[in-house]
């Protein structure tokens, strides 16, 4: 063979290692957007179901997605009051957000998550609902007396957006316009806070009565992990007591808790909880009185040092405390003064967790 030929058979075999890799790369990146790509799929045909059903297709997705879940921002149509912005309880466990709203006893909820695969959603109807391609996004859309919706997904996420009462379908769009997808935004470090709760007539029933909703208050904030991390225990049994059992999760030493006893049978029981996966600490449904003038039975009080709430009825009282990176809650269910129940979670040390 010539050196003509060879080469000539040279440059032959390498073009055709090119067209082949290239031809390789095609179908990887074919196949590859074909699995990554996402849509919501009607199933309330194949179910037993009194309202309409989604499933997410999604076959890309992972089995539990990124911790924490990027959050994509969201400003509201004008004229809605924000109750709970999910940015003050985005922290470094977050899979799922929820921000809330309302405006003339009209409460709205959307909330975002990971879109699992072969995940269902339920809608608040049946067979009511259109869909819209709106900003390159298919959105079921509807429209009840009682309750609208939309949802839809943003790559992967899956979004939810519900409202208590008739709303349109631009009005629906509206809020999904108000959703910035291109910019998602991660926790922001910032120290635990107490965020007040609501209570919100939204609507009324049938027979007239009034339809409320209500958010408990609950601790917000993702504070940096302490170098040299403690736990609040009592050093013995406080006076009366006796030690019944202590408890400690399985999840990163998340939470730590240790129950007494008194002679009259009453728990007392001693918490400590850092991170959860919704909030950044165990939600602190603080407990509440049909009184409408007093619904969240609460007081601010100081522990330690440090900033708390108090819970006090005659048969029940409730104290939580903020420490640096986590919260102290202690419940007696006994009869218990106020002044008491502070003077126990005086009686607390720190001690190395």
């Not at 067209?19 to 957007?33: K, S």
């Not at 400003?75 to 957000?97: C, I, K, M, V």
């Not at 218990?336 to 190395?352: I, K, Y």
Request: glycine share 6%; with cysteine.
């Amino acid at each position: 063979m010539t050196k003509k030929k060879k080469k000539l058979l040279w440059i032959l075999i390498s073009v055709g290692v090119v067209v082949i890799a290239a031809g390789v790369a095609l179908i990887f990146w074919l196949t590859r957007e074909e699995e990554l790509q996402a849509f919501l799929l009607d199933v309330s045909a194949y179910d037993n179901v009194t309202n309409s059903v989604l499933k997410v297709n999604n076959p890309g997705a992972d089995s539990e997605g990124p911790t924490p879940l990027p959050r994509y921002p969201a400003s509201a149509p004008e004229g809605y009051e924000q109750l709970r912005d999910s940015a003050d309880f985005a922290n470094r466990y977050s899979t799922s957000y929820q921000d809330v709203y309302c405006r003339e006893n009209q409460m709205v909820y959307l909330s975002q998550s990971y879109a699992r695969d072969q995940q269902q959603v339920d809608l608040l109807t049946y067979a009511h609902f259109e869909t819209v391609q709106f900003g390159g996004r298919e959105v079921f859309c509807y429209t009840e007396d009682e309750y609208s919706g939309a949802v839809w997904l943003d790559g992967d996420h899956l979004m939810e957006l519900l409202v208590y009462g008739t709303m349109e379908r631009d009005d629906l769009l509206a809020w999904v316009a108000g959703v910035d997808n291109q910019n998602p935004v991660e926790p922001a470090t910032r120290p635990l806070e107490f965020v007040p709760g609501y209570r919100i007539q939204a609507g009324t029933y049938e027979d007239g009565t009034p339809r409320w909703e209500m958010e408990f208050t609950s601790i917000a904030g993702n504070p940096a992990p302490s170098d040299n991390p403690t736990q609040r225990v009592f050093s013995q049994a406080p006076e009366g007591f006796t030690l019944q059992e202590e408890m400690q999760d399985s999840w990163e030493g998340q939470y730590f808790g240790w129950e007494y006893q008194d002679t009259g049978g009453n728990r007392l029981t001693l918490e400590n909880w850092t991170f959860s996966d919704y909030n950044p600490v165990h939600t602190i449904s603080i407990w509440w009185s049909n009184d409408d003038d007093n619904w969240e039975n609460t007081s601010p009080v100081t522990v330690n040092g440090r900033e708390g709430r108090l819970y006090h009825q005659e048969d029940a009282s409730e104290l939580v405390w903020l420490e640096e990176d986590y919260v102290v809650h202690l419940t007696y269910e006994g009869s218990a003064t106020p002044e008491q129940m502070v003077a126990w979670g005086e009686q607390t040390m720190l001690q190395p967790r």
